[in-house]
């Protein structure tokens, strides 16, 4: 059973940073391609970034490309968020977890950027 544990998030003002962090237990995970992904109040989650299981390709939505960036540590399990020049409309709740075969989806961490 694979679980997921994500963390880092914060409050930050607009432009700051932070650093997600997701555990992922479960050998599998090393092998899946891994997505973050928001869900702000109201609204449906969508994907922010994805990693191949090599971390030889990643892909952004085009709302953080060039501000977020996407990592693994297949060793350790994670798979990290940096976030940089952050927005209000950042403002969400992040998961991570496989993408295509998504397993039960964790806790999330709060993302809150004020203006």
């Known amino acids: 059973q694979v679980q997921l544990v994500e963390s880092g998030g914060g409050l930050v003002q607009a432009g700051g940073s932070l650093r997600l962090s997701c555990a992922a237990s479960?050998?599998?995970?090393?092998?899946?391609?891994m997505g973050w992904y928001r869900q702000a109040p109201g609204k449906q989650r969508e994907l922010v970034a994805r990693?191949?299981?090599?971390?030889?390709?990643?892909n952004y939505a085009d709302f953080v490309k060039g501000r977020f960036t996407i990592s693994r540590d297949n060793a350790k399990g994670a798979v990290y968020l940096q976030m940089n020049s952050l927005k209000p409309e950042d403002t969400a709740v992040y998961y991570c977890?496989?993408?295509?075969?998504?397993?039960?989806w964790g806790q999330g961490t709060q993302v809150t950027v004020s203006s």
């Open positions: 977890n496989i993408v295509l075969y998504p397993v039960p």
């Open positions: 479960g050998s599998i995970v090393a092998l899946k391609t």
């Open positions: 990693i191949t299981s090599s971390g030889g390709s990643t």
